[in-house]
């Protein structure tokens, strides 16, 4: 079901914000030519099992964006408590309330910055793996372990779909730097609708 005006309007700002203003460790960008379907990535953050893996998502922006909360899943495969084999996420934000605490404030980017954080701080009393869960809290030693493990097998850059964003090593014909190049074009023509362009207005970007 294609986006609401409402919806295509809001994720055309956000793919400016997300292009011109990019959060640490965190990308995403247009599927094709379709603004309801974005890839991710997110580096694993240092400190961490995931330290010096790329790990991409994928996200399904429903019709009633932002007053329904995208859904969010992780592609590349991940050893941690709050996230299942099917790439699934429990985090509060990802879901409407009662249950869940989103609400239309949040952003694309906001989120993939959550998913991070979780990424560094699992939270234990809510996990979706059990047997991962019970490991990370009895033996923190051997979660590590294999979590790195996993993060080296599963998400490891040379393995994933692109490089880390704004390194200095990304190849000029990268995938990660082709799909930046694409999410420019497509966000300027979002930006059409309303006769704007997307401003290049001197802050960091990743494409070179």
Known sequence: MPLS????????KELEMVYQDPSPGVSAWMQEDDASELDATIEGPEGTPYARGLFKLRLSIPPRYPFEP???SFMTPIYHPNIDSAGRICLDILNLPPKGAWTPSLNISTLLTSIRL???EPNAEDG???DITHEYVHDPAAFESKAREHTQRHAAPSK???EPSCDSNVSRSSPL???LITTT???SELSSLDGRSPKDDGKRQCVR
């Open 70 to 72: 995208p859904k969010i």
């Open 185 to 187: 074009s497509k966000v």
């Open 118 to 120: 979780l990424m560094s």
């Open 177 to 179: 730097r082709d799909s």
């Open 160 to 162: 994933s779909t692109g």
């Open 5 to 12: 005006g409402v919806a295509l309007m809001r994720m055309k």
């Open 128 to 130: 979706l793996m059990a």
